[in-house]
Nanobody, 127 residues
Framework: QVQLVESGGGLVQAGGSLRLSCAAS????????MGWFRRPPGKEREFVAA????????YYADSVKGRFTISRDNAKNTVYLQINSLKPEDTAVYYC????????????????????WGQGTQVIVSS
């Protein structure tokens, strides 16, 4: 069983920054892809960013390019999401997710390609 634990959320003013962390733990698990999704209030969950574990290739939603940066620390089994120039529309619960299979890069943007999910961390951006 894979456990993902997110941290780093909170209340921040518009224009500020946050770094979210997601630590993965499992007895035996070979991570291929880790991603971040978010669910804004009253909306569907949406893709934010993803990173391949070995090569470090990154993928971003158009809405966050240039402001969000995903990175990973293989030794710590941790993925990070650096969020800069926060906007009120970034308010959401942020979830990390992972899977051990490569289903093709088109799948990295899709919820269905991730088998394991964290509980989420709340980010609130005040204007």
């Amino acid at each position: 069983q894979v456990q993902l634990v997110e941290s780093g959320g909170g209340l921040v003013q518009a224009g500020g920054s946050l770094r979210l962390s997601c630590a993965a733990s499992a007895r035996t698990f070979s991570v291929y892809i880790m991603g971040w999704f978010r669910r804004p209030p009253g909306k569907e969950r949406e893709f934010v960013a993803a990173i391949t574990w070995s090569g470090g290739s990154t993928y971003y939603a158009d809405s966050v390019k240039g402001r969000f940066t995903i990175s990973r620390d293989n030794a710590k089994n941790t993925v990070y999401l650096q969020i800069n120039s926060l906007k009120p529309e970034d308010t959401a619960v942020y979830y990390c997710a992972t899977d051990e299979y490569n289903r093709g890069s088109y799948s990295y943007y899709q919820e269905w390609s991730y088998s394991y999910w964290g509980q989420g961390t709340q980010v609130i951006v005040s204007s």
